[in-house]
């Protein structure tokens, strides 16, 4: 049986691997903007990327393993930034492709919270951590949804 800092560790190592992955996802979401009036847009990505960068630093005391160290990704993630850089290729870097790629990562980012919070063994401490954590990204996500009807009504 695992003890409660065990199950800490694995189950947030996944939060913070996740997290990594959204700073690597909407770094390269900013890098593929060329058109200046999508400076909203960077803005949007700045933000989103430095949320993750405040939860991993909040998830690093509860994590002792050798990929929080190493600010490793996980492999989803890994395929996720590469399909959102084919598909935003493939859709001629338009906005609205974008914040779908953007809100994809958004949708697993909650997938992975969720399950978290799913597993027994978290102490009330990172359970709390966690929960707090999956709704300011709840937020997040739900802008880059609203962003992108925008898109879509226009």
Same mark, same amino acid.
């Given at each position: 049986?695992?003890?409660?800092?065990?199950? !800490?560790?694995?189950? &947030?190592? #996944?939060? &913070?691997?996740? !997290? !990594? #992955?959204?700073?690597?996802?909407?770094?390269?979401?900013?890098?593929?903007?060329?058109?200046?009036? #999508?400076?909203? &847009?960077?803005?949007?990505?700045?933000?989103?990327?430095?949320?993750?960068?405040? !939860?991993?630093?909040?998830?690093?005391?509860?994590?002792?393993t050798d990929a929080a160290a190493n600010n490793e990704t996980t492999n989803a993630g890994k395929l996720y930034r590469t399909w959102?850089?084919?598909?935003?290729?493939?859709?001629?870097? #338009?906005?609205?492709?974008? &914040?779908?790629?953007?809100?994809?990562?958004e949708d697993k980012a909650q997938d992975a919270y969720r399950n978290a919070l799913a597993e027994d063994g978290l102490s009330s401490e990172a359970r709390e951590l966690v929960t707090k954590q999956k709704q300011e990204l709840k937020s997040s996500h739900d802008r880059i949804r609203n962003m992108r009807d925008q898109q879509r009504a226009a």
């Open positions: 049986m695992k003890t409660t800092n065990e199950a !800490n560790s694995e189950v &947030l190592n #996944d939060l &913070l691997l996740i !997290n !990594n #992955d959204r700073i690597q996802g909407y770094q390269k979401a900013k890098d593929q903007l060329t058109d200046p009036k #999508d400076s909203d &847009l960077a803005m949007t990505f700045d933000e989103m990327a430095a949320q993750s960068r405040k !939860n991993v630093t909040e998830l690093q005391p509860y994590v002792h959102m850089g084919v598909k935003a290729t493939f859709a001629g870097d #338009d906005r609205k492709s974008m &914040l779908e790629a953007c809100e994809y990562g």
